[in-house]
């Protein structure tokens, strides 16, 4: 089945420093990729759309250069968290449709662990 | 406003025991529902996706329903198994596909 992979699983860092998350689509094109976050026992929170080819679209109260998407492929989408805090802490998914299919399920990463000390 | 409501917030049940997750939407106009399993440090996986026009989907011990017109949905799990314990979130598509919103997911908890 279709898989999407996000790299690195867990990454910890010093504050002020820059940390790039990516997520590849294996065995499809993803013209569209979702980036979420997720504090503990709460559910994910869409943080912005990422299109091939075009700007990512934010959801309000994100801060877009904060958190630079770049989606140069239809298989990889990157999510950098700049200067980060430790308020940035927290658990980052990515996901993916799968273009080819009309209701096709979204395919989730599995996600990073995010520790900025 | 959008929303998607689910209930319980948590659940404990013992191996081998029934139980079913309820999830309400406020979402107009409605596209799909979906319903994610999510183990704890992983990304959800896909349970089921369902139109407006299906009432009913199974996939495995899963069982799905949807009432459009009330906006409600539940997923049956059946003979429940320590690998069921997770969380489980109930997503709502608006008709054009662009809007997904998340409900806030039941922590399902099977015992021994």
């Known amino acids: 089945g279709a898989v999407v992979s996000q790299h690195p699983s867990r990454v910890i860092c010093k504050s002020g420093t820059s940390v790039k998350i990516e997520c590849r689509s294996l065995d499809f094109q993803a013209t569209t990729m979702f980036w979420y976050r997720q504090f503990p026992k709460q559910s994910l929170m869409l943080m912005a759309t990422?299109?091939?080819?075009?700007?990512?679209?934010?959801e309000q109260g994100v801060e877009k250069d904060k958190f630079l998407i770049n989606h140069a492929s239809l298989t990889l989408s990157t999510l950098t968290v700049t200067s980060a805090h430790p308020e940035d802490s927290s658990f980052y998914i990515c996901s993916a449709r799968d273009r080819g299919q009309g209701l096709s399920p979204l395919h989730f990463g599995n996600g990073t662990r995010l520790t900025v000390t | 406003k959008n929303q998607v409501e689910q209930s319980p917030q948590s659940l404990i049940i013992l191996e081998g025991k029934n139980c079913t997750l309820q999830?309400?939407?406020?979402?107009?106009?409605?596209?799909?529902l979906r319903w994610y399993k999510q183990d704890t440090g992983r990304g959800p996986v896909s349970l089921t996706i369902?139109?407006?026009?299906?009432n009913t989907k199974s996939n495995g011990r899963y069982t799905a329903t949807l009432d459009a017109d009330t906006k409600q949905s539940s997923l049956h799990i059946t003979a429940s198994q320590l690998s069921d314990s997770a969380s489980y979130i109930c997503v709502v598509s608006d008709q054009a596909g662009t809007a997904l919103i998340f409900g806030k997911g039941t922590t399902l908890s099977v015992s021994s």
């Open positions: 369902m139109t407006f026009s299906e």
């Open positions: 990422s299109n091939e080819g075009s700007k990512a679209t934010y």
């Open positions: 999830c309400n939407y406020t979402v107009s106009p409605f596209s799909n």
